[in-house]
């Protein structure tokens, strides 16, 4: 039975005019640092007879803290040590006389305030578990000990001084938190509520601080430790002070209530309540006073994301209180809030609409980034149920965002404005409606676009952009008239700085997302268009190519436009197969060589460092370098030789100062990834390519340029693949870094990189690798046996295992009984998981197990019979039931397209099994789930040839039929 609010209490004052005055905005902040000269005392006379300290250690402590905030940083130091000495020596000694240093009247303000703030660092950390351990030492003091620190720090709260009293308010809370998990405080919020009501009248700012000391404690709560009780009595004093007699202690009161939002389930479960709570925030966000108006539209988004099921009363009254703040050029702070709660709402309704449509198919349940989750009505499925709030609204809100988009900085700062706040909405509402935006928003950004002011063309442009997420491409490219797109190219050449940055921004939006515009023909009769441009993305091409030259924020947009588009190309080409892939006709092909020339001449302009400039131009050549075609691989030779000769002019560049070392490492980073770009796609070949290559890497791999020695092995690797045998000669050079890599599994990514390389120079040495093999296997399996390392470098780490096993064939047997046992675990590990990212993480897990079992069976089948049968046999019901484990997962959801390359490496298993193990054990595999997976793998209409080929495989090593 949850204990109801005392509303007559807080319905008191609700009706009665207030008095906003002025206010006084100094108030002290969580970072408060203490600055100017102080003195040092021997004394000083104590705001309580029983405050009285020890004169040795008070004298001491006042030294120290005073010299903590000396301009001296060495003698800051040595005083924050001594300081830290005391409290590891008698932390409840240290504690009381921090709290009575608080109370002493007589001794400047600054010092008193730095007593405070000591004391409530020792009780505070970010990192959970060092604040677990500080509320450990707090309750290590014997109680008769704290009751003493709490009472001081009560007095304290109430002395004359105000910056005491806001310090004192925001220890009471720390204290009170180290305490609330065994509701040590259990007086507090009945105290300070009290102090709330007494003191509303005839002093404001007691009030003012007791509602400030109340906030804090509701944001050490949380529903699990909190009795309702306290909850109670805090949000009644809370809301009785929301028409308090001035604007101050209506700000602290609404403050307050924002901080205990996340415990009022309960009161959001009674209609009287939750319509209280409501009514005073709607309230707030109509106060003449901006500060309280901000923190009631907060506040609403708070509603919003925790209680979204419960809005519906109250949509219409926030619906018209933010267009009105939107419409009557509000405060730009109070028109983001505004904004914003729109925005959470979009996220909750895109939160729920994911859920819905994948609770039961094929991609798991994306959880509600709320601590605790939403409260919200659900389905019979047990998803919640999706109001619709944001399709209703787009017709009415989508013209008043598009003001706002008009409300632009003129210099565009880092600023979160009303502007850029309005976009993100727009984008969020986008993921929302779908294609139902473009008949909301198109004739809005065609009408603005047309007209003459600079304002009217970026705002839309920047709504074109926001609203191409969400429709799909078929209905997008269908209503976006070409011409939009070729005054939005136009403008690249504008005269406004943000003009031109919008339309760069749009460009890379577009290839993003609907890169088939550049495709789309356009009728010469267009006045923009000259003769040779056919497409749009003829005259997108010259006009990006154009921008280039642009300041670096411009060009760095433009270079994305480019990168998307190479993307879109290599993604393409990826999907299409055979002679559909050869047909396909890129956007870049007929600019390829001079887009790279031009991207060359980017990565080396002198303001590279400007906006990321040189960082994306390499990346873009990345990229447009695996997008090459055949036709394309002399411009990709000239492209490797340049990078190869950069990159052997920084190895001897001088490197003086921090700042020029740092900037020579990057450009090596940056270069060994265009070398490795390179080779991907077939270039350098040659054996002098090779040694050119090798030499850099080496050089880098023996210098400080430790972020760079990932990319190195990282090409190392793909230079093997093309060198093959050949790539011996390195290896004695090569293998101390390589070891160091694979003995680093604190760092996953330095770990799964050696790992990726080492199955890369397996596959190009084979037998070669068995001087490495026992350090490589010892390595991999101390990283699969750990229960440190990282889940993600453990699929990498079995597929290198298989990798090493073919490689050396027979000898793999002296080691197959130690990686074969630690594999028996790995498969009866049971992952629970429901979230997407979980099971592909299975997933890869599944098939890393797989591949690195038919790596085995295929490595021992070298070995003689009875050194195979031994080391085989005695694991083919492992493998099996593994197999059987899959299948059985796969028929609880059938989620086809995650786990395809799982049932294909399943079926290249047990087709392994058949073939390595004789007539006799194929005999055996003919079991019904293995027809089952066989049967789905050839059939499956989303499956891939590969998969289908490789069902057609196992079936006629099982069956002897294909």
């Known amino acids: 039975m949850v204990q109801s609010l005392d509303w007559e209490v807080a319905w008191q004052h609700v009706f009665e005019p207030r008095d906003e005055g002025t206010f006084d905005a100094s108030e002290l902040s969580d970072e408060f640092r203490l600055t100017g000269e102080t003195r040092r005392l021997r004394g000083g006379s104590y705001a309580s007879p029983t405050a009285e300290p020890n004169l040795r250690q008070a004298t001491q402590l006042l030294d120290l803290l005073n010299n903590c905030m000396s301009p001296s940083p060495n003698l800051r130091t040595q005083s924050e040590a001594q300081l830290e000495a005391l409290m590891q020596n008698s932390y409840s000694v240290f504690a009381s006389n921090l709290v009575k240093v608080m109370m002493m009247a007589d001794i400047p303000i600054p010092t008193r305030q730095q007593a405070g703030l000591y004391l409530k660092n020792t009780l505070s950390a970010k990192e959970p578990e060092r604040r677990r351990m500080m509320h450990e030492r707090w309750l290590s003091i014997p109680e008769p000990e704290r009751v003493e620190v709490k009472q001081g720090l009560l007095q304290s709260l109430e002395t004359k001084a105000e910056a005491i009293k806001q310090v004192s308010a925001q220890v009471i809370a720390k204290v009170f938190g180290a305490e609330v998990g065994v509701n040590g405080w259990s007086t507090l919020v009945e105290h300070l509520s009290g102090l709330v009501g007494r003191t509303a009248s ?117 619906y018209t209180l933010s267009v009105n703040s939107l419409q009557n050029n509000d405060q730009d702070d ?40 939403r409260d919200g009505t659900t389905t019979s499925q047990g998803t919640e149920i999706c109001m619709n709030y944001i399709k209703a609204v787009a017709p009415h809100l989508v013209p008043v965002l598009n003001s706002c988009l008009t409300k632009q900085d003129d210099f565009d700062d880092n600023a979160w404005t009303a502007a850029k706040a309005a976009a993100a909405c727009l984008e969020l509402m986008t993921h929302v ?48 008239d070409p011409r939009l797109v070729i005054a939005a190219l136009d403008m690249l050449s504008d005269s406004k700085l943000l003009v031109r940055d919008t339309a760069a921004w749009l460009m890379s939006r577009i290839a993003q997302h609907i890169p088939e515009m550049f495709a789309v023909s356009i009728p010469h009769s267009y006045p923009q268009i000259s003769s040779d441009e056919a497409t749009v993305g003829d005259k997108a091409i010259k006009s990006i190519v154009a921008s280039l030259e642009d300041t670096p924020r411009v060009a760095t947009k433009s270079l994305s436009a480019i990168y998307y588009l190479a993307k879109h190309d290599i993604d393409t080409k990826r999907r299409l197969t055979g002679e559909v892939s050869n047909e396909y006709k890129s956007i870049l092909q007929k600019y390829y060589e001079g887009l790279m020339r031009q991207l060359h001449a980017v990565a080396e302009r002198p303001d590279g460092n400007e906006d990321n400039l040189s960082s994306v131009a390499f990346q873009t050549i990345m990229q447009l370098v695996k997008a090459a075609t055949s036709a ?67 050089k880098i791999l023996q210098s400080e340029n430790i972020p760079a020695h990932q990319d190195c092995l990282r090409t190392a690797g793909l230079l093997a693949s093309s060198q093959g045998s050949k790539f011996g000669q390195y290896m004695a050079v090569l293998w101390p870094y390589l070891a160091q890599a694979l003995q680093n599994t604190a760092s996953a990514s330095s770990y799964i990189t050696a790992v990726l390389a080492v199955s890369d120079i397996t596959r190009a ?68 998981v429901t979230e997407p990212e979980g099971k592909v993480l299975r997933n890869e897990l599944w098939e890393g197990l797989l591949t690195a079992y038919s790596g085995i069976l295929i490595g021992l089948k070298g070995a003689s019979p009875q050194e195979f049968a031994e080391n085989i046999k005695p694991h083919t019901s492992t493998m099996v039931n593994f197999v059987r484990k899959i299948v059985e997962a796969y028929q609880v959801n059938r989620e086809a397209q995650n786990m395809e390359n799982v049932l294909r490496a399943s079926c290249g298993l047990l087709g392994d099994i058949a073939g390595a193990c004789g007539p006799q054990i194929a005999q055996e595999l003919r079991l019904p789930f293995i027809k089952a997976l066989i049967e789905e793998c050839s059939s499956h209409s989303v499956f891939s040839k590969s998969t289908k080929d490789t069902a057609s495989y196992a079936r006629q090593s099982i069956y002897g039929t294909i």
């Open 433 to 480: 409606t779908g294609d139902d935006m473009l008949h909301f928003a198109l004739p809005l950004i065609h009408q603005n676009m047309q007209l003459s002011g600079w304002r009217e063309r970026e705002a839309g442009m920047m709504a074109l952009g926001s609203i191409l997420d969400g429709p799909s491409k078929e209905v997008m490219i269908q209503n976006l």
């Open 202 to 318: 005839s002093s404001p700012q007691d009030a003012v601080i007791a509602l400030k000391a109340l906030g804090y404690v509701c944001e050490e709560m949380d529903e699990d430790n909190a009795p309702q009780k306290d909850i109670n009595q805090a949000l009644t004093a809370i809301i009785a002070s929301m028409n308090g007699p001035s604007p101050d202690q209506v700000h602290a009161a609404v403050n307050a209530l924002r901080s205990a939002i996340h415990l009022t389930r309960q009161n959001f479960e009674i209609a009287s309540e939750r319509d209280m709570i409501m009514k005073m925030l709607c309230q707030a966000a109509s106060s003449s006073e901006v500060r309280i108006r901000m923190i009631g539209f907060e506040s609403l988004g708070l509603i919003a994301e925790r209680f979204y099921s419960k809005l519906g009363p109250y949509m219409e009254a926030i």
């Open 334 to 373: 109070v028109m983001v809030l505004a904004i914003e709660f729109w925005s959470t709402l979009a996220e909750v309704e895109d939160d729920i609409l994911y859920e819905s449509a994948h609770h039961a198919g094929s991609g798991g349940v994306r959880l509600s980034s709320v601590p605790g989750g």
């Open 765 to 832: 040495m084979e037998g070669a690798i068995a001087n490495y093999s026992e350090y490589i296997l010892s390595a991999l399996l101390n990283a699969l046996s750990s229960p440190t390392v990282e889940s993600r470098a453990k699929p990498p780490t079995l597929s290198a295992i298989g990798d090493i096993a073919m490689a050396i064939s027979g000898n793999f047997a002296r080691y197959s009984g130690a990686v074969l046992n630690v594999m028996k675990q790995a498969t009866e590990f049971d992952m629970a």
């Open 632 to 698: 394309d691989q002399k411009v990709v030779d000239d492209t490797l030789r340049h990078a190869i000769s950069r990159a052997q002019q920084t190895l001897s560049v001088n490197t003086g100062s921090v700042d020029q070392k740092e900037t020579v490492f990057v450009l090596q980073s940056h270069l060994v990834g265009v070398i490795e770009s390179c080779l991907m796609v077939g270039g350098g070949s040659g054996d002098s390519y090779a040694q050119q290559i090798m030499a850099i890497l080496f």
